[in-house]
């Protein structure tokens, strides 16, 4: 029996270093894996604000991760001053899922809240709930380019917000074969794992005529964020991840791919 991506091939718009599980998982199932790179993780100019937050901790009620790359990129910070996971102990710290709780806890860390609803909007209907505001410390570790909903709102409601740059994402260099593919629209489907993804997608196909390729590829999306992105283009999201991380984008991939695959198979018994 052929493996269920078999004959389909698939755009991973991050780099093997961010994307590895995914890139892996997609070829084991038969897949073709096209590497395009879209975006790059680099250090942030400074880490003053980040050095000053990781010396304070103690100040904190909660550290909030939005992403795994983040964990990754302040547990390294926390190394290089010379600190570990003890230096959190007197925090409290919230995941934004299931994915960066994994990386909490493969750095010893268990988060004391991950929301259902994996992604901003979720921390701070959590947040709510559990009576966090009025003069709350909270120290958010992230990319510096990021959306502002979750420190805002959380200051609306009083609360004292640190965000602490621990990385940028840059645009990536795609792949001038990928690019090829792309312009003759000759694959079945691109995943996109972040706003920027997506956007620097753009950037990088500039000048192509794209049209025959939203004619035939799948657009997969690891989560409504990202999907609010891509629709906000005019486009249609075909795959969505039930959850925010690569295991479950794998499997909408699949589900996907076996759907369009019995719709296109005559049925047996016609006149």
Same mark, same amino acid.
């Not at 718009?13 to 680099?42: H, K, M």
């Not at 990754?72 to 919230?94: P, V």
């Not at 505001?133 to 909270?138: K, Y």
């Not at 990928?178 to 993804?197: I, K, N, W």
């Given at each position: 029996?052929?493996?269920?991506? /078999? ?13 590895? @599980? ?5 070829? !084991?199932?038969? @897949? ?18 980040? %050095? ?36 959190? !102990?007197?925090?409290?710290? /919230? ?6 709780? +994994?990386?909490?806890? $493969? ?38 380019? +990021?959306? =502002?909903?979750?420190? =805002? ?8 917000? %640190?965000?602490? &740059? ?6 990536? &260099?795609? %792949? &001038? ?8 629209? !000759? ?21 192509? %005529? ?6 035939? /590829? ?10 609010? /992105? ?21 499997? @909408?991939?699949?589900?996907?791919? $076996?759907?369009?695959?019995?719709? !296109?198979? &005559? ?5």
């Amino acid at each position: 029996m052929d493996a269920p991506l /078999a004959g389909t091939s698939v755009v991973v718009t991050r780099s093997r270093a961010q994307a590895g @599980a995914l890139i892996d998982a997609l070829a !084991s199932l038969g @897949a073709e894996v096209l590497e395009f790179p879209t975006i790059e993780r680099v250090e942030p100019e400074s880490w003053d604000t980040a %050095d000053e937050a990781i010396h304070d901790l103690e100040v904190y009620d909660w550290v909030v991760f939005t992403s795994a790359n983040a964990v990754e990129q302040f547990f390294a910070r926390m190394e290089t001053l010379g600190f570990d996971a003890r230096a959190l !102990s007197g925090c409290r710290i /919230a995941a934004v899922g299931p994915a960066t709780a +994994a990386r909490c806890h $493969a750095h010893g860390i268990t988060p004391d809240y991950v929301p259902d609803e994996h992604r901003a909007e979720g921390i701070i209907e959590g947040f709510c709930e559990r009576g966090v505001g009025e003069e709350s410390r909270i120290l958010i570790p992230r990319a510096l380019e +990021a959306r =502002e909903i979750l420190p =805002e709102t959380l200051r609306e409601r009083g609360a004292r917000v %640190d965000v602490a &740059p621990v990385y940028r994402t840059v645009r990536g &260099p795609g %792949d &001038p074969a990928v690019l090829e593919r792309l312009a003759e629209g !000759s694959v079945d489907v691109l995943t996109f794992t972040s706003p920027s993804t997506f956007t620097n997608f753009l950037a990088l196909a500039e000048g192509i %005529d794209l049209a025959r390729l939203w004619e035939r /590829a799948a657009i997969a999306s690891i989560g409504p964020v990202t999907s609010d /992105a891509v629709r906000a283009h005019g486009l249609t999201v075909h795959i969505e991840a039930a959850e925010y991380t690569a295991a479950r984008l794998v499997d @909408a991939i699949v589900a996907h791919v $076996a759907a369009s695959r019995g719709a !296109s198979t &005559p049925s047996d018994g016609g006149s």
